[in-house]
C-alpha cells in the first residue's frame, strides 16, 4: 500500500464548478499535512497547508480527518488557471529528521 | 530573491555514462533535498541535508547515486555508470529549518534522459 494515496483523475470541470480532491495516508504517525500544486512540465509549489480544524484560503477549503487518515481539498467556483496537478503530502518526523510523503498527485482540468 | 537553481535543465547521456547534477539553494536555507519524478509518478524521495550532513539517504536506489553537498549550500547529485531506468526529472529542494520541512520551494529540475 502507498503511504500517501489519491484519485490520478483526470477530472475534468467546467469554469465556475466546485471540485473537490481526495487523499488518505497510511502512517498513523503523520503530523502535518500540506496541498502543493504542479502546473504542466513545472516544480511543485506550496498551495496550503491543512489544518486539523479545518481551514480555508479564498476558494481554497482543507480539511483533515485524523482518525480516518483522509484529507480533503475543496476547490469553488474554479478557473481556467486552476487547471494543474494536486499533491497531498503528508510530513512525517524520523530519526533522519522531517520527511515530506508526496502523492502521485489527482490532474484537474477546468474547461470552458 | 533568487529562487532554487539546478543545472543542466536538461542532459542527455548515453548508458554507462557518469553524471552530475547541481543544485543552488535559497541562500539561509540550511535542508536541502532532492528528488526524482519519472514520468506519471509522484514525487520519489532520494535524499535529505541538514546542512552538509545527510541523516536521511534512504531514497537512494542504489549505490550508483551519490550526493553531496558542501559549505551548507551547494550540492551535487551524482549517477554512476547511468541505466535507461535513471530517466527522470531530478527535483532538488530547500527550506529553511525555522520553518520546518512543511514549504519546500523547488528548483525547476534536471531533465535526464539515458539512452
Known amino acids: 500500500r502507498k503511504e500517501v494515496e489519491q484519485d490520478p483523475g483526470p477530472f475534468n470541470v467546467p469554469e465556475g464548478a466546485t471540485v473537490a480532491f481526495n487523499c488518505t495516508y497510511s502512517?498513523?504517525?503523520?503530523?502535518?499535512f500540506f496541498w502543493y500544486r504542479q502546473d504542466c512540465r513545472k516544480e511543485p509549489k506550496l498551495l496550503m497547508s491543512?489544518?486539523?480544524s479545518g481551514n480555508e484560503d479564498g476558494r481554497f477549503t482543507a480539511q483533515l480527518n485524523r482518525a480516518s487518515q483522509y484529507i480533503s481539498l475543496l476547490i469553488r467556483d474554479s478557473k481556467l488557471s486552476d487547471s494543474a496537478t494536486y499533491l497531498c503530502?503528508?510530513?512525517?518526523?524520523?530519526?533522519?529528521?522531517?520527511?515530506?510523503?508526496f502523492g502521485t498527485g489527482t490532474q484537474l482540468k477546468v474547461e470552458l | 530573491g533568487a529562487g532554487v537553481s539546478q543545472s543542466p535543465s536538461n542532459k542527455v547521456t548515453e548508458k554507462g555514462k557518469d553524471v552530475e547534477l547541481r543544485c543552488d539553494p535559497i541562500?539561509?536555507?540550511?535542508?536541502l533535498y532532492w528528488y526524482r519524478q519519472s514520468l506519471g509518478q509522484g514525487l520519489e524521495f532520494l535524499i535529505y541535508?541538514?546542512?552538509?550532513?545527510?541523516?536521511?539517504k534512504s531514497g537512494l536506489p542504489s549505490d550508483r547515486f551519490s550526493a553531496e553537498r558542501t559549505g551548507g549550500s551547494v550540492s551535487t547529485l551524482t549517477i554512476q555508470r547511468t541505466q535507461q531506468e535513471d530517466s527522470a526529472v531530478y527535483l532538488c529542494?530547500?527550506?529553511?529549518?525555522?520553518?520546518?520541512?512543511?514549504?519546500?520551494?523547488f528548483g525547476p529540475g534536471t531533465r535526464l534522459t539515458v539512452t
Open positions: 503530502v503528508v510530513k512525517v518526523l524520523t530519526g533522519g529528521g522531517n520527511k515530506l510523503t
Open positions: 502512517n498513523s504517525a503523520s503530523q502535518s
Open positions: 491543512v489544518y486539523s
Open positions: 529542494a530547500s527550506s529553511s529549518r525555522q520553518r520546518g520541512a512543511g514549504e519546500q520551494y
Open positions: 541535508f541538514q546542512g552538509n550532513s545527510a541523516p536521511d
Open positions: 541562500s539561509g536555507h540550511t535542508a
